[in-house]
């Protein structure tokens, strides 16, 4: 395989998005789903999904709650009836959780945004694990953490710890998964620009940056689909920003 040809992830993989019918997650599972891959989505959001299979009907999908141990498991039956087996999982199921100062955080809210956004990965992790070491195409979790995961951010207090305790999950992965050959590294994306981005925040978001712009969830599949890839084999624990060079929050 040349260098080029190695940057493609190959055809054929059976990957596993969660959160995959909205955003970010949507973008990467499309991502996917274009470069010939086999691709399953969960998500909490039952309207998404029936989009998802409109507009993707290659797409397999669950409805779950990624935090639900009982959620994570049925997806898991689902995968293997739909894909056989699993050679990459995409851990991208978050909430942006409460914003407030700390002495003012609702501690409900700061169990579900943990049980969401760090809970989820390790269920995931935890049920991937087996059939990851069962494959032979260069299989790989790629977990979601934020710009938030490097820098903190005040009054998003649970959403800046989640995230940074999902890099830390995925340094502990890695280390004990990399015998079996399975990689994992995470992804920390920056303020993503989207359809309903006004001028404003567009204008603020990128004066935090040194490229003086925010990324787009392109950006995001882009680095996802490389991490995945052959040209990717001996990457692995590595907290990758995509983010413009955030310098602030």
């Known amino acids: 395989m040349n260098i080029v040809d190695s940057l493609r992830p190959q055809p054929g993989l059976r990957v596993l998005v969660t959160a995959g019918a909205n955003g970010i997650g949507a973008v990467i599972a499309r991502a996917f789903h274009e470069a010939g891959a086999h691709v399953h989505v969960c998500d909490i959001d039952r309207a998404a999904l029936d989009r998802l299979a409109t507009e993707a009907p290659g797409i397999s999908s669950s409805a779950a709650d990624a935090s639900m141990a009982r959620d994570v498991d049925l997806v898991f039956d689902d995968v293997r009836g739909t894909l056989g087996g699993l050679d990459v999982l995409v851990n991208n199921a978050g909430i942006a959780g409460p914003t407030a100062a700390v002495q003012d955080t609702d501690p409900e809210l700061w169990e579900r945004t943990v049980a969401v956004n760090l809970g989820s990965q390790f269920l995931f992790a935890r049920r991937a694990a087996p059939l990851l070491k069962e ?71 990128s004066r935090r940056t ?40």
């Open 135 to 205: 494959s032979r195409a260069n299989p790989c979790i790629v977990a979601m953490s934020s710009v938030a995961g490097r820098l903190g951010c005040a009054h998003r207090t649970p959403y800046a710890a989640t995230k940074w305790a999902v890099v830390g999950l995925m340094k502990s992965l890695a280390i004990e998964l990399g015998p079996h050959g399975v990689r994992i590294n995470a992804i920390l994306p920056g303020a993503v620009d989207g359809k309903r981005t006004d001028g404003a925040t567009r204008e603020a978001c």
């Open 210 to 249: 040194s490229l003086r712009r925010m990324v787009t969830a392109e950006d995001v599949a882009a680095m996802a689909l490389f991490l995945c890839s052959p040209a990717a084999r001996n990457v692995t624990g590595q907290a990758v920003s995509v983010d413009a060079n955030t310098e602030y929050l």
